[in-house]
């Protein structure tokens, strides 16, 4: 996926409360042309109509975001910055243990500075269950 601009590799793993409910942790890390970083995600999300092969789900959560500088200027020293985010997609049930998985998120990155900074992540991914 991308993530302000920056390709992105994830690994998730999720637990179905119900057909519609689930809880999700993501980890993952990017890469980009001045700043590198690493996130931790713990999401909740609703899936409407579970039963449709396309079917659309919606998700709420928050984590943290460290960030590294490189190639800047001004050294910048690394930080840590709490994060929540919302955000729609869709899974396309591809077989009977796999399908793939569409998604955007806006995140927000509380940060310590006058002004929180904003984020949208595209992510395309294929998903094996059991």
Do not use: C
């Given at each position: 996926?991308?993530?302000?601009?920056?390709?992105?590799?994830?690994?998730?793993?999720?637990?179905?409360?119900?057909?519609?409910?689930?809880?999700?942790?993501?980890?993952?890390?990017?890469?980009?042309?001045?700043?590198?970083?690493?996130?931790?995600?713990?999401?909740?999300t609703?899936?409407?109509?579970?039963?449709?092969?396309?079917?659309?789900?919606?998700?709420?959560?928050?984590?943290?975001?460290?960030?590294?500088?490189?190639?800047?200027?001004?050294?910048?020293?690394?930080?840590?910055?709490q994060?929540?985010?919302?955000?729609?997609?869709?899974?396309?049930?591809?077989?009977?243990?796999?399908?793939?998985?569409?998604?955007?998120?806006?995140?927000?990155?509380?940060t310590?500075?006058?002004?929180?900074?904003?984020?949208?992540?595209?992510?395309?991914?294929?998903?094996?269950?059991?």
């Amino acid at each position: 996926g991308t993530f302000s601009g920056a390709r992105t590799s994830d690994v998730y793993l999720g637990y179905y409360f119900t057909d519609n409910l689930s809880a999700e942790v993501t980890a993952g890390q990017a890469f980009g042309t001045s700043v590198d970083f690493q996130f931790l995600n713990v999401s909740l999300t609703h899936q409407p109509w579970p039963q449709w092969r396309y079917s659309p789900y919606l998700t709420l959560g928050g984590g943290a975001k460290q960030s590294r500088y490189s190639n800047t200027e001004v050294q910048l020293s690394s930080r840590t910055d709490q994060t929540l985010h919302a955000g729609a997609g869709l899974r396309i049930y591809l077989a009977r243990q796999l399908m793939g998985r569409l998604e955007y998120r806006n995140t927000v990155i509380l940060t310590d500075q006058e002004q929180n900074e904003e984020s949208d992540e595209w992510t395309i991914g294929l998903s094996a269950f059991f």
